[in-house]
C-alpha cells in the first residue's frame, strides 16, 4: 500500500510542479517534451485526443514489455540471491508482476486517452485563437516573435552551457581525454592554414577548416582582394589533410611533394559542406556544420560524433532554437516590404512591384552556383507549402480542406527514403571499392597481366571512386534538405502565431511568403539539376588533374634523362614537341576555366597563381 501511495504522490508532484521544475526535467530525459515518465507511466496532461491517444499507448506498451520482463527476470535474480527458495518467491512476484503492471498500464492509458478527450475542445479553440502549445508546461500560451527573440537570442551559448553543468552538476563523470602521440612531418603549413597541430584528429581538423573557412570566406569579406587566395588556400589544405593517404604523403615530402595537381575548387566544396554564406539568412548554420563547432571530444570518432549529431543534445537544441528565431526575425523583416505597399494602398489590388523586385535580385544572387540553386529552390518549396496551409480557403479549397498537409507529409516521407537509398548505395559503393581493393592485393604479385587489362582495371577503379563521392555528396544534400525543410517549416509557424502583430498582418505575411517562394522557385533549380551540374564540374577538375599528372610525369621523365646524361655524358633526344594551338581571346572567353586550365598545364605553364578566369586567359595569350 505504502508503494502505491508513494507512486500516487510521485504522480501528483508531476503534475503540481511541472511549471517550476519542467526544464531541469526537460534536461533529465533527453529533451523529451511530449511526454514525461513519472515511475513507469506517464501521467502528464495532453495536449488532445491524439497526444492522449499515444500516451496512452505507450503506457499500455510499457505495462506489457514491464510484467514480461517481471516475469522473466525476477526469479532468476531470487535463485541467484537465494538459491531454490529465491526462484520460487522470484516466480511468485514475477507473476505479480505479470499481471498488475500490464493492468496498470491499462488504466493510466485509459485515463491519458480519457483526459485527452476532455482537452480537445480547449485545444481546438486555443488553436483557432493562434495560441502555442508549451510542451514543458502542459499549458496554452500566446505567442509573441518579439519576446522569444529578446529571450532566446539575449542568451549566449557560454551562459546557457554554464547553467546545464550546473544543472547537471554531479550526475555525470568526465569522460578522460586521450592524448594522441608525437608526429614527426617535414612542414606544417597546411596544418597552420587550419589552425591546428600535426597530431590532430579527423574531427579537429574538419572542425579547423570549417572555422578558417568560414571566416575567410569571400562572401564575408568583399573588400579584401586576397581573402579569394587564402579561401582556396584553406580549401586545399583541407582537401589534402582530410585524405589519409595524401595527408601521409604531405607529412613525409610537405607540399612541394605534393605536385601540381589541381584540387576542387574551394567554393564549390565549401558551398557542398557547409552551405553558403548568403544563404544563413534565411536558413541558418546547416545542422551538419554545427556538429564541427559543437562543444565535443574532438578526440572521439567521427562515426561517435555523427552520433552526438542526430541525438538530443541540449547545446544542440539550444543553437537550433536560436537559428530558427534568427531565421524568423529576418524573414519578417524581409516581409515588410510586401506589408508596406499593401498598406500604402488600403482596399486597392497591388502587385507590390518593389517587393517583387527585391526578392528577384535575392534569388538570383542566391541562385549564382548549381548548389545554390538547389538550395534556394528547396527553401521555395516550404515558403509556399507552409504559407498554403496558413491562408486555406483564401487560397484554395484544396488547402482549406487539408489537402496542403496531405501533400507535405508524403513529401516529407519522400525525403526520408532518399536519405536512405542513397546511404545504402553508397554503403554499397563502398564494400564493392573495398572488396577490389582486396582482390588487387592478392594479385599484387601475380605476373602476366595484360596492359590494357591493366588500364581497364583502372578506369574501372576511378568509376567507382566516383559514384562512391557522388553518393556521400547526394546523402549530405538530402540530410541537409530534412534539416533545412524542418526548420523552416518552424519558422514559418513562428510568423503565423506571432501576436505582436494584428491579424491581418499574419494573413499579409503569408500572402507575401507564397509570393515570395514563388520566386525563388522560379529561380531554383532541381536535386538532379544541381548534383548533376556540381557532377560535371566534378568530373572537369578530375579531368584536369589527370593532364596535370601526365605532365608532371613528363617533366619527372625528362629530368630523369637529364641526371642520366650527365652522368654518362651523352646529350638526352629531346622528344617531338606538339605543334602548339594559337587561341582568340573570344574562344578563350567561350571556355571553361578548367578547359583553359588543362591548356597551360599542357604547355608546362603553372597555374597556381590563377584565381579568376581572366587569369587562365591572360596567361594562355602570353605563352
Known sequence: MSDQGDATRHAAFSEKDVDQGGKALMLENGGEGDDLDVG????????????GLSSGAKNVGKGVVAGVAAAVTLPYLGAQQEGAVGFAKGVGAGLV????????????????????????????MENNEAKEWDAEKREWYTYDLNEEAARVLGQ????FVKKQNEAMEGKEGQKPVSVPGARHVKETEYYDLLGVEPTATAAQIKKGYYLKAKKNHPDKNPNDPKAHERFQEIGAAYQVLSDPAMREKYDKHGKEGMGDVPVMDSSAFFMMIFGSEKFDYYVGELQLATMLTMSQDENASDEENMDKLFSKSPIMEFRQKQREVQCAVNLAKTLESYINESAANPGVPCDHPEFRKIVAAEAAELSS?????????????????????????????????????????GHVIANKYRVAKSAYQTYKTAKQMQKAEEAKLKDKDKEGDAEQETTDKHMEEEEAAM?????????????????????LRKVCRKLFRDASVSTEMR??????????GEIFQSKGLSAE??????????????????????????????EQQKQHAASTGSTPTPPPQAPQNRYARKELEEMKPSELRTILVQRGVDTRDCLEKNDFIEKILKT
Open 97 to 124: 508482476g505479470l499481471v498488475a503492471l500490464p493492468v496498470g498500464g491499462i488504466a493510466t492509458g485509459a485515463y491519458q486517452v480519457g483526459r485527452g478527450l476532455f482537452y480537445t475542445p480547449e485545444a481546438i
Open 156 to 159: 549566449s551559448e557560454e551562459d
Open 369 to 409: 552556383t548549381p548548389f545554390g540553386g538547389t538550395l534556394l529552390g528547396v527553401v521555395g518549396y516550404v515558403y509556399q507549402e507552409q504559407a498554403e496551409a496558413e491562408l486555406g480557403f483564401k487560397h484554395s479549397v484544396g488547402a482549406g480542406l487539408g489537402l496542403t498537409g496531405v501533400k507535405r507529409r
Open 507 to 516: 494573413v499579409e505575411r503569408a500572402k507575401a511568403l507564397f509570393l515570395m
Open 529 to 558: 539539376e544541381g548534383i548533376g551540374a556540381f557532377t560535371d564540374q566534378l568530373k572537369e577538375q578530375m579531368q584536369a588533374a589527370k593532364v596535370a599528372a601526365q605532365y608532371q610525369e613528363e617533366q619527372q621523365q625528362k
Open 40 to 51: 513507469l507511466f506517464s501521467t502528464r496532461k495532453p495536449k488532445h485526443a491524439m497526444a
Open 467 to 487: 559514384m562512391g563521392f557522388l553518393g556521400m555528396i547526394e546523402t549530405l544534400w538530402n540530410l541537409s534538405v530534412i534539416d533545412v525543410e524542418s526548420t
